[in-house]
């Protein structure tokens, strides 16, 4: 069955500080990998997502993140943290032969001190 | 363009009452998604539409939860009699089609009391 796992539930950084933040998938075969951010009364809003190619995912507001199929990773990393970034971020997983049917990990709280 | 638009935002009844969540997705989008996402969790999808079939239905307890999307475009899901454990926020997604990026819309937290 499909898990994804977010091990830090909360994580607290200064303001231009780097980030990191981790997401481990277990599946038989590399599904497709996303993030997303959920802001506080907001809807879930895609950041980026993995299907296939460069290890290495550009996504909106700066982030970026690194398939790692030995790992079984999707880290979420961001050079320099806003104060506008602090939110809940959701890894989630979907099988190749089954897209839509997404598994989100259960989420990782982000503070950012000024 | 406007996103997906849920309503209402925040519901608080007593238990063994009705309820209904309503969602209109973004213009074009084909694919609908319901999820509910308890406290501290991620989203468990409940139930998908592709137009106005349910393709995938496997999560909803459909003891007391129904859905319908009767022309495909707007949709309507329904908890009867709702319970404790069903306090969480039920969002609703939409795609383009099964293939394509989903989009959340802000969602409706329900309280059962």
């Known amino acids: 069955a499909q898990s994804v796992t977010q091990p830090d539930i909360h994580i607290t950084v200064s303001e231009g500080a780097s980030l990191e933040l981790r997401c481990n998938y277990s599946?038989?075969?590399?599904?497709?990998l996303f993030w997303y951010v959920q802001s506080p009364g907001q809807g879930l809003q895609l950041l980026l997502k993995?299907?296939?190619?460069?290890?290495l995912v550009q996504g909106i507001k700066g982030f970026e993140a690194e398939f790692k199929r030995s790992q079984s990773s999707f880290n979420l990393r961001k050079p320099s943290v806003h104060w506008s970034d602090a939110a809940e971020y959701f890894c989630?997983?979907?099988?190749?032969?089954?897209?839509?049917?997404?598994?989100f990990g259960s989420g990782t709280k982000l503070n950012v001190k000024p | 363009e406007a996103g997906v638009v849920q309503s209402p935002r925040y519901k608080i009844i007593e238990k063994k009452q009705p309820v209904a969540f309503w969602c209109n997705p973004i213009s074009g989008h084909n694919t609908l998604y319901w999820y509910r996402q308890n406290l501290g969790q991620g989203p468990e999808l409940l139930i998908r539409y592709e137009n106005e079939e349910a393709v995938d239905d496997s999560q909803l307890p459909k003891d007391r939860f129904s859905a319908e999307r009767l022309k495909g475009v707007d949709s309507t899901l329904k908890i009867q009699p709702a319970e404790l454990g069903d306090s969480a926020v039920y969002l609703c997604?939409?795609?383009?089609?099964?293939?394509?990026?989903?989009?959340f819309g802000p969602g409706t937290r329900l309280l059962v009391l």
């Open positions: 997604a939409s795609s383009l089609s099964a293939q394509e990026t989903q989009y």
């Open positions: 993995y299907f296939s190619g460069d290890t």
């Open positions: 989630a997983v979907a099988p190749r032969d089954n897209f839509n049917k997404f598994y």
């Open positions: 599946y038989g075969a590399t599904p497709y």
